[in-house]
């Protein structure tokens, strides 16, 4: 629990933050419609598309939460030479996202399409090209960063698997001496070793260590960041909440969440309010908590979605109630 005051107070201070993304840029396409039939050539639903929606996916999804807070936020990532790659430099105009973009000919923009029907998702397709960064590419990922570094108050690594994230970029960063928020994939696990902390969920925390579905999440925290040498750690729970790792001290963070629809960008909500508000001058259960309310919101919404300051302080109020 938190005093609402005091939540008002940490996200008022929100508008003179800056922070850099760096990860994985995805453009989210959704084609939204109906169903009314199933297929004569498979036992597959037919979807008459109605509408065609574009957001902002992935590490600019994380950028989008900061900006829709009120703070300001650079995106150091990679888009192809393409049309899906000026439609995200469009959007990121569109929010007042400072643009530090990397082409690369060698791929394309990363696409992830949803069909929605029903307010369901029936199905995912997914355009990408994984393999690691070419050395050119990197250095100049390394050069934007390094135009902003002295300006930012800390910097957000958004993972999701795709190549930005490497072993050079990440030692970069932690170099800086700011603080570095991790939203973390498996296969990079150590490549966070010293970082200030990182927001695994339940299916990433125990696959970075390699534990059984039955080892108790405390046992595998504090695992984590032994390897990693952390101070803190915070792992999203879905329906059960979230663990906060602090030192030696563990905290059981309630789900916030009054219903669920889409729990596509939680991970970009929490990690960009679990920042924002540590930034502010919030403690860490602060910032679990305020992080908890937001994610509790953006799950109630279909497709990528964020908060807004008014909307956080008011599901705050509300969940109090």
């Given at each position: 629990m938190i005093d609402v005051k005091r939540a008002q107070q940490l996200i008022s201070n929100f508008k003179n933050l800056k922070i850099a993304v760096v990860g994985d840029i995805i453009?989210?396409?959704?084609?939204?419609?109906?169903?009314?039939?199933?297929?004569?050539?498979?036992?597959?639903?037919?979807?008459?598309?109605?509408?065609?929606?574009?957001?902002?996916?992935?590490?600019?999804?994380?950028?989008?939460n900061i900006v829709s807070l009120e703070a300001k936020a650079y995106m150091i990532g990679v888009i192809?030479?393409?049309?899906?790659?000026?439609?995200?430099?469009?959007?990121?105009?569109?929010?007042?996202?400072?643009?530090?973009?990397?082409?690369?000919?060698?791929?394309?923009?990363?696409e992830k399409t949803r069909v929605i029907a029903v307010s369901q998702q029936l199905l995912r397709i997914d355009r990408e090209n994984r393999n690691?960064?070419?050395?050119?590419?990197?250095?100049?990922i390394i050069d934007q960063i390094k135009e902003i570094k002295d300006e930012v108050d800390g910097f957000i690594v958004s993972d999701y698997g795709k190549g930005v994230v490497n072993k050079n970029i990440m030692e970069y960063i932690k170099s800086?001496?700011?603080?570095?928020?991790?939203?973390?994939?498996?296969?990079?696990?150590?490549?966070?070793?010293?970082?200030?902390?990182?927001?695994?969920?339940?299916?990433?925390?125990?696959?970075?260590?390699?534990?059984?579905?039955?080892?108790?999440?405390?046992?595998?925290?504090?695992?984590?960041?032994?390897?990693?040498?952390?101070?803190?750690?915070?792992?999203?729970?879905?329906?059960?909440?979230?663990a906060l790792f602090e030192e030696e001290k563990v905290i059981k963070i309630p789900a916030k969440a009054r219903k669920v629809f889409d729990v596509t960008g939680a991970g970009d909500t929490v990690i960009s309010v679990l920042a924002l508000v540590k930034l502010s001058g919030g403690?860490?259960?602060?910032?679990?908590?305020?992080?908890?309310?937001?994610?509790?919101?953006?799950?109630?919404?279909?497709?990528?979605a964020t908060v807004d300051q008014e909307t956080l302080i008011e599901t705050i109020k509300g969940q109090k109630e």
């Amino acid at each position: 629990m938190i005093d609402v005051k005091r939540a008002q107070q940490l996200i008022s201070n929100f508008k003179n933050l800056k922070i850099a993304v760096v990860g994985d840029i995805i453009l989210d396409k959704y084609l939204w419609g109906e169903v009314e039939r199933i297929s004569p050539e498979a036992p597959v639903p037919i979807v008459d598309v109605k509408r065609e929606t574009v957001s902002l996916g992935g590490a600019s999804n994380v950028a989008n939460n900061i900006v829709s807070l009120e703070a300001k936020a650079y995106m150091i990532g990679v888009i192809g030479n393409d049309e899906n790659g000026k439609t995200i430099e469009k959007l990121l105009q569109e929010k007042g996202i400072i643009p530090l973009l990397v082409k690369d000919k060698s791929r394309p923009t990363i696409e992830k399409t949803r069909v929605i029907a029903v307010s369901q998702q029936l199905l995912r397709i997914d355009r990408e090209n994984r393999n690691p960064l070419n050395e050119t590419v990197e250095r100049r990922i390394i050069d934007q960063i390094k135009e902003i570094k002295d300006e930012v108050d800390g910097f957000i690594v958004s993972d999701y698997g795709k190549g930005v994230v490497n072993k050079n970029i990440m030692e970069y960063i932690k170099s800086l001496g700011k603080p570095v928020f991790v939203d973390p994939k498996p296969s990079n696990f150590y490549l966070y070793k010293d970082i200030t902390i990182m927001t695994p969920n339940r299916k990433e925390a125990y696959e970075s260590i390699k534990a059984e579905k039955n080892t108790p999440v405390e046992e595998v925290g504090k695992t984590i960041m032994k390897q990693l040498n952390l101070k803190q750690l915070l792992i999203t729970l879905g329906a059960d909440g979230m663990a906060l790792f602090e030192e030696e001290k563990v905290i059981k963070i309630p789900a916030k969440a009054r219903k669920v629809f889409d729990v596509t960008g939680a991970g970009d909500t929490v990690i960009s309010v679990l920042a924002l508000v540590k930034l502010s001058g919030g403690t860490w259960e602060e910032s679990a908590t305020i992080a908890n309310y937001a994610a509790g919101y953006v799950v109630g919404e279909i497709g990528t979605a964020t908060v807004d300051q008014e909307t956080l302080i008011e599901t705050i109020k509300g969940q109090k109630e």
